[in-house]
T-cell receptor, first 113, second 117 residues
Framework: AQKITQTQPGMFVQEKEAVTLDCTYD???????LFWYKQPSSGEMIFLIY??????QNATEGRYSLNFQKARKSANLVISASQLGDSAMYFC??????????FGQGTELSVKP | DARVTQTPRHKVTEMGQEVTMRCQPI?????VFWYRQTMMQGLELLAY????????DSGMPKDRFSAEMPDATLATLKIQPSEPRDSAVYFC???????????????FGPGTRLTVT
């Protein structure tokens, strides 16, 4: 069974607008972490934002925020004021006990000028 | 600026040849992960180490793949013999000490793009 699901293979957004990338997860472990990574065409994996399962507030990092809805098991990434440089693949990942990350299939975001 | 380094960045080899990929984790990080990325399977964990000891290599084909950490500054992933289906990008990532589920620090290297013909 899929543990991390990203239902949007591709997304388009107009420059300067906000966009939400969806991610749902499945775990029975009460202690877990949720991550978002960006992979531009150059191929590197860039860490964006992290949310711990016990964190009371949604994580924010600059233009990135994580909409964490624990009861719904969702951890959507919100990018505000999109820029052309935000065009990339975005991966949601979950860490359960042990440290390893399980990745979703990714969402390809295209920012239009 | 501390980074994970990987060598080589690109490797083209013929089927049957041995391939060795190397990774230097960020100094002070005690966990090292090997991931493989393909179009079909996405990103999948192959193996990981904590304090140089292998913790999980269930994602790795045991008959041809091996992963080691000869010392704290070097992790290797070896494929012998290589096959065309091994063509992929292989990422190394390192993580800092701390609660496994709470530590956000897992940083990726630039990857090794392997092509087996």
């Amino acid at each position: 069974a899929q543990k991390i699901t990203q239902t949007q293979p591709g997304m388009f957004v107009q420059e300067k607008e906000a966009v939400t990338l969806d991610c749902t997860y499945d775990t029975s472990d009460p202690s877990y972490g949720l991550f978002w990574y960006k992979q531009p065409s150059s191929g590197e994996m860039i860490f964006l934002i992290y949310q711990g399962s016990y964190d009371q507030q949604n994580a924010t990092e600059g233009r990135y925020s994580l909409n964490f809805q624990k009861a719904r098991k969702s951890a959507n990434l919100v990018i505000s004021a999109s820029q052309l440089g935000d065009s990339a693949m975005y991966f949601c990942a979950m860490r359960e006990g042990g440290g390893k990350l399980i990745f979703g299939q990714g969402t390809e975001l295209s920012v239009k000028p | 600026d501390a980074r994970v380094t990987q060598t080589p960045r690109h490797k083209v080899t013929e089927m049957g040849q041995e391939v060795t990929m190397r990774c230097q984790p960020i100094l002070g990080h005690n966990t090292v992960f090997w991931y493989r990325q393909t179009m079909m399977q996405g990103l999948e964990l192959l193996a990981y180490f904590r304090n140089r000891a292998p913790l999980d290599d269930s994602g790795m084909p045991k008959d041809r793949f091996s992963a080691e950490m000869p010392d704290a500054t070097l992790a290797t992933l070896k494929i012998q013999p290589s096959e065309p289906r091994d063509s992929a990008v292989y990422f190394c990532a390192s993580g800092a000490p701390g609660r496994p589920s709470g530590s956000p620090e897992q940083y990726f290297g630039p990857g090794t793009r392997l092509t087996v013909t």
